[in-house]
């Protein structure tokens, strides 16, 4: 089945500056990639998503590239404030259509 | 708003005795999902429904059961909890399976402490 890594497990910014969290993806059949972001004790929410049909997708602050021949695709956030602290979850959307996520990215980011 | 909705929020039970999480959403949704999280991990899938086709994660104990009696409701019936089934238990809802894919909609959750 499908298996998603992601790095690293813990990023720590100063605010303002910006922040990278990449996933790999094993099944080349996957071709939905959404990024949820979970603040602590609430519900994992949607903040950017990018189809296999596309290389790269913004959206303000948050950018997500996808590089499908190398099976991986990365979170981009600029600017970081305070409030982006949280866990970041990427997933590949399997063959079989149930996502696999990644183990989770906890940003920290300091006023 | 549409939504996704789980009671209750907290739920305290006692080892071994059954206890049943509830999941409902006005989104029309055809797939729905139950997750169990624990601390500092990613959501693990349990199982899901497309419309009334069941799907089981080969992982998932035996001890762990669903039920979708219509579109809107999915529940989650633990029928004997142990000390490791204390988790936050997320419903999750998407408009389709397969590649072509979709966002997934969570409710906030039941966090379940088993004593």
């Known amino acids: 089945g499908e298996n998603v890594e992601q790095h690293p497990s813990t990023l720590s910014v100063q605010e303002g500056d910006s922040a990278v969290i990449k996933c790999t993806y094993s099944?080349?059949?996957?071709?939905?990639f959404p990024w949820y972001k979970q603040e602590l004790g609430k519900r994992p929410q949607l903040i950017i998503d990018i189809r296999s049909n596309v290389g790269e997708k913004k959206d303000q602050r948050i950018a997500v590239t996808l590089n499908k021949t190398a099976k991986h695709f990365s979170l981009h956030i600029t600017e970081t404030q305070p409030e982006d602290s949280a866990v970041y979850f990427c997933?590949?959307?399997?063959?079989?259509?149930?996502?696999?996520f990644g183990r989770g990215t906890s940003l920290i980011v300091h006023p | 708003d549409a939504m996704v909705i789980q009671n209750p929020r907290y739920q305290v039970t006692q080892f071994g005795k059954p206890v049943t999480l509830s999941c409902s959403q006005t989104?029309?949704?055809?797939?729905m999902y139950w997750y169990q999280q624990k601390s500092s991990q990613a959501p693990k899938l349990l199982f899901h429904y497309y419309d009334k086709d069941f799907n089981n994660e080969a992982d998932t104990p035996d001890n762990f059961q669903s039920r979708r009696p219509n579109t809107s409701f999915c529940f989650l019936d633990i029928r004997s909890p142990g000390l490791g089934d204390a988790a936050m238990y997320l419903c999750a809802t998407s408009t389709t399976l397969g590649t072509s894919g979709g966002a997934q909609y969570f409710g906030p959750g039941t966090r379940l402490t088993v004593t």
């Open positions: 989104l029309n949704h055809n797939v």
């Open positions: 997933a590949a959307l399997a063959r079989r259509g149930v996502p696999t």
């Open positions: 099944d080349s059949a996957s071709n939905y």
